[in-house]
């Protein structure tokens, strides 16, 4: 049923800066996750007509934390609402500090702008920041809605299709309507539909580990008081990320004045899921925390267990890590649908780099469309695979192409590679060749 986002209880409103001309130009976009919400936001933006579908009943906004690159962010000076959200919701006054396993600090607390300082680095414009996904996420919502976005839900896509002739791409909901565009924008993320038109289906692969993941009200530390007097906030009630290092794992924990998350890397137990309401019993973690490989000699420190004790029930998601090899493509043969985000290119929590690709993605194919016009959407979006993706030179015709300092290593030239043969590699003892070019 088509209807505009409710509010979620945000007084923002969405006014942006630099507003361009009607493209004439219609978008289709499919999801509603980070990279479907910026690409309606910069589609609108850049001029185009915009059309989002949803399959959820509504917007979800579970999840806990995940770290955003400082260029999805720079696309925010067009909207000076968004900004100062992003701005008094961000961790910009962290602290962080490091301990091993067994709870011997390795390193104290500092603040990251102190160590940022150290680095040489500007700590007004640090390379990203961890972030609350649910806190980042409303601030979208919210501006998708402010700008009045139709936006359907229950709407489960269940094949992509385009026609070349007329110029359309289009989609099938699974109650047989079909909706037609200029252009698909395929957000829907892992296991889109779309991806039977692109290219094939890209099967996921285990990786044979998982993380336990929580997030929940901090007034739940007040079961225990020694939890909670170790895992505190710093003077000024500043947040402080904690990471733990142990063989074979690793952990994190963030403590903020509202929430305390922690995650923790571990081997697969056979009851993780690639889903975010795969909830499990904290005995669980309690259990499979002393059985990890390497924790013979040396146990998790006995404070974290403590924390996973005072953990809320039906709170600890075991999400799966899943190995996705690169996709031969990105759009479909005549470039009427086109993946981002996790449709195109999927990345492991452990990476800290998917939401930063998903929004690139957003930014980028709504400035192609708006630049080529409605007259060369094709090629808008030919550009946008060139620009997102490392492909040969042959044939490109840029001048002084050679001149511009690339963004990947002097010398590099990508070669086709898959999780197969890297894990063959590493069980063979052999070091991962990265290609040629100077990776020093």
């Not at 809320?312 to 493509?329: A, G, H, K, Y």
């Not at 469309?369 to 060369?376: D, V």
Request: aromatic share 8%; proline share 6%.
């Amino acid at each position: 049923m088509p209807h505009a986002l409710t509010s979620r209880d945000s007084t923002m409103e969405s006014k942006p800066i630099g507003s361009y001309p009607k493209t004439g130009i219609d978008v289709l976009i499919v999801g509603t996750g980070l990279a479907g919400l910026v690409a309606a936001l910069e589609c609108t933006r850049k001029g185009h007509n915009v059309q989002v579908l949803e399959r959820n009943a509504d917007i979800n906004t579970a999840g806990d934390m995940y770290f955003m690159g400082l260029s999805a962010t720079r696309f925010l000076k067009h909207w000076p609402e968004l900004l100062k959200e992003y701005k008094k919701i961000s961790l910009h006054n962290a602290w962080i500090e490091t301990f091993k396993h067994s709870g011997e600090v390795v390193i104290g607390p500092k603040k990251v702008a102190d160590r940022l300082r150290a680095q040489g680095l500007d700590p007004d414009t640090p390379p990203g920041e961890f972030q609350m996904r649910p806190l980042v996420y409303k601030m979208f919502v919210s501006a998708v809605e402010n700008l009045g976005v139709s936006v359907e839900f229950n709407r489960r896509v269940i094949d992509y299709f385009e026609d070349e002739q007329t110029g359309k791409g289009g989609c099938v909901t699974d109650d047989g309507k079909r909706y037609e565009a200029d252009v698909v924008i395929a957000a829907d993320g892992v296991g889109s539909k779309s991806q039977k038109l692109v290219g094939g289906q890209v099967r996921a692969k285990p990786s044979g580990r998982a993380m336990w993941r929580a997030a929940f009200p901090r007034e739940a530390l007040a079961k225990d008081p020694e939890v909670e007097e170790f895992f505190k906030m710093m003077p000024g009630n500043e947040p402080i990320v904690r990471t733990w290092l142990g063989p074979s794992t690793y952990a994190l924990t963030l403590s903020r004045e509202d929430v305390m998350v922690w995650i923790m890397n571990h081997d697969v137990t056979g009851t993780e899921k690639e889903s975010w309401s795969n909830t499990i019993d904290k005995q669980e973690v309690l259990d499979g925390m002393d059985t990890m490989p390497g924790m013979e000699k040396i146990k998790w420190a006995p404070i974290f267990k403590q924390l996973v004790e005072v953990t809320p029930p039906n709170t600890i998601v075991n999400f799966e890590l899943l190995w996705r090899n690169p996709q031969p493509s990105w759009c479909s043969p005549g470039a009427r649908v086109i993946q981002i985000g996790d449709s195109a290119h999927s990345y492991l929590p452990a990476s800290g780099n998917g939401a930063t690709q998903a929004i690139e993605d957003a930014i980028s194919i709504a400035s192609c469309l708006q630049i080529g016009g409605k007259e060369n959407i094709p090629q808008s979006v030919r550009v946008h695979i060139r620009f997102r993706a490392q492909s040969l030179k042959e044939g490109i015709d840029m001048k002084d192409e050679d001149k511009f300092e690339p963004n990947y290593p002097k010398g590099y030239k990508y070669e086709t590679w898959s999780i197969e043969n890297i894990m063959e590699d590493m069980r063979a003892g052999k070091a991962i060749d990265l290609g040629a070019g100077d990776w020093e």
